[in-house]
């Protein structure tokens, strides 16, 4: 392999499934933490009503992410999470300052971004959406 030549099939394909799941698995606890308290919220922040924007926040969060791990219809989870931290990002984080490195949001842009490129790349290995592609194909 050279290091300037992609990398040999099906290493790619494993690498974005090793990295959905991580990604996904971080996620879901931003949304645990509006929803359930755990992780514990930062200090002095009072509950999330779980009936206002946050909270619908932390219902995507969670099981969007839950599904992101699984790789359970990956492409359109993706999509909503990706417009989720777009709205959040501008919404919260843009008004504290132009760079996410001062206004904190850089988490924010990061999975927006990743959960972009999950719309066109799609799970990878280790995934529901392979296996079930999988089966329709075998049929």
């Known amino acids: 392999m050279s290091l300037f030549e992609p990398a040999p099939s099906p290493w790619p394909a494993r690498a974005l499934g090793v990295l959905r799941i991580l990604a996904g698995l971080l996620f879901v606890t931003f949304g645990t933490m509006k929803l359930f308290n ?68 850089a988490p924010a842009v990061l999975y927006c971004f990743l959960f972009l490129y999950l719309v066109f790349a799609g799970a990878g290995s280790f995934s529901l959406d392979a296996r079930i592609a999988r089966a329709r194909r075998d049929r």
Not at 56 to 82: D, K, Q
């Open 38 to 105: 755990y992780p514990h919220l930062p200090p002095g922040q009072p509950p999330i009503p779980l009936f206002s924007e946050a909270g619908l926040g932390g219902i995507l969060e969670t099981f969007g992410g839950l599904a992101i791990v699984l790789g359970l219809f990956t492409r359109p989870v993706a999509f909503v999470l990706a417009g989720e931290m777009a709205v959040a990002y501008f919404q919260f984080h843009a008004p504290q300052g132009f760079f996410p490195s001062e206004n904190m949001g």
